[in-house]
Nanobody, 116 residues
Framework: QVQLVESGGGLVQPGGSLRLSCAAS????????MSWYRQAPGKERELVAG????????NYADSVKGRFTISRDNAKNTMYLQMNSLKLEDTAVYYC?????????WGQGTQVTVSS
């Protein structure tokens, strides 16, 4: 059974930091391209960052470049998103996604709220 379980979300003040985790099971994690998406209320889901199977390449949305860092540990079947200098507009539900060819798996999401 394929599972992607996000954790680490919460309430944080502007300028603060959070580290999200995405624990994978039920598939060969190291074969899958992994990414983080987010969806704010009333907005479409958007790509935040993606990382290659080995972790050697990553890409980021312009809005998070220099603030967020995506990483993965294939030995632990886990992906991370380190979020620093958080802004009000980073408030959203954050989802992890695993992709391999036409196969796509999504997690259930974790809420990140940036508020003073």
């Amino acid at each position: 059974q394929v599972q992607l379980v996000e954790s680490g979300g919460g309430l944080v003040q502007p300028g603060g930091s959070l580290r999200l985790s995405c624990a994978a099971s039920g598939f060969t994690f190291s074969n899958y391209y992994m990414s983080w998406y987010r969806q704010a209320p009333g907005k479409e889901r958007e790509l935040v960052a993606g990382i290659s199977t080995t972790g050697g390449r990553s890409n980021y949305a312009d809005s998070v470049k220099g603030r967020f860092t995506i990483s993965r540990d294939n030995a632990k079947n886990t992906m991370y998103l380190q979020m620093n200098s958080l802004k009000l507009e980073d408030t959203a539900v954050y989802y992890c996604k695993a992709a391999y060819g036409w196969l796509n798996y999504w997690g259930q999401g974790t809420q990140v709220t940036v508020s003073s």
